[in-house]
């Protein structure tokens, strides 16, 4: 059975999935058991929502086009125990939907417009969080899981890595939509980080670092770090002042970090 018809609007960035195939390999990837606390961002008509109710029994989806809930219920009904929150999820209060720490599932097919600022908004409250699977433009899925020393590696590849593993599962190809995007599209996995792999540090403090080394990224460390480093500083942090921030791993940042935060007190 397909999704009820509705047409995608471009104020809201919806391409809804359509291909039977890929929408079995990305509830596949998601492996939705019955009893998992499971929160879609923007189901639209319920292509995903179906096959992941089917399995999980009951979920919450989060949808912001009011005029598609009532094709969302209606392709869902009986599959299972669906919650509708009619809301922008920038405003959602994911605490409130867990069950307790390590908890939530959060899928969804985001729009471009707000994946980045929606994964920072994920991201503090990433203690409630046990994984997130998200289908995304590939060019932003590519910066997630960037490593130094690429092009692609920047800020989303360190403030994302610094709370989770990210690992791209599979490209998507414009086909698989309605109506067929411009670029292609990918799955990723963010899996937050256990306390063995997790440093915790000043989180606000490594992002305005972050982003003042890569707001000058084809500069030195020396020029783009100036506000927080002096000459002496990169000699007892035993840092190069002559590399550009592409180089530097995220250990090297918390570790800036906690050197500038010390100083400070």
């Known amino acids: 059975m397909k999704p009820i018809h509705h047409q995608a609007r471009k104020r809201f960035g919806q391409n809804f999935l359509h ?5 079995g390999r990305i509830v596949a990837s998601i492996n939705p058991k019955d009893g998992d606390n499971i ?12 096959p992941i109710l089917q399995k999980a029994k009951r979920m919450r989806a989060i949808e912001l086009d009011r005029d598609v809930i009532p094709k ?12 509708i929150i009619e809301s922008d999820a920038l405003k959602i209060d994911f605490a409130e939907l867990a069950d307790g720490p390590g908890s939530l599932r959060v899928i969804g097919n985001l729009p471009y417009n707000i994946s980045t600022p929606l994964m920072f908004r994920l991201f503090e409250q990433i203690a409630y969080i046990k994984d997130m699977h998200f289908m995304l433009q590939k060019e932003v899925v590519e ?3 960037a490593v130094p020393g690429t092009k692609d590696y920047g800020r989303l590849s360190i403030m994302t890595q610094y709370y989770c593993q990210a690992n791209l ?21 963010l899996e937050p980080k256990k306390d063995a792999k997790f440093i915790e540090t ?7 670092i972050v982003t003042s080394a890569f707001n000058l990224r084809r500069k030195t460390i020396r ?8 000459e002496e500083d990169f000699e007892q942090l035993d840092l190069n002042s002559k590399e550009r921030a592409e180089n530097l791993d995220l250990p090297t940042f918390i570790r800036i970090t906690e050197w500038v935060k010390n100083r400070q007190q």
Request: charged content about 25%.
């Open 223 to 230: 020029n783009s770090l100036k506000e927080f480093l002096s």
């Open 19 to 23: 291909d039977p195939q890929v929408i």
């Open 72 to 83: 969302l219920k209606m392709f869902c009904f009986g599959d299972g125990e669906l919650d």
């Open 143 to 145: 910066r997630l899981v």
């Open 39 to 50: 929160v879609e961002i923007g189901p639209g008509p319920g292509a995903l929502t179906r």
């Open 169 to 189: 599962l599979f490209i998507v190809k414009p086909g698989a939509f309605n109506p067929p995007p411009k670029v292609d599209s990918a799955i990723v996995r």
């Open 202 to 208: 000043d989180v606000k403090l490594l992002n305005r």
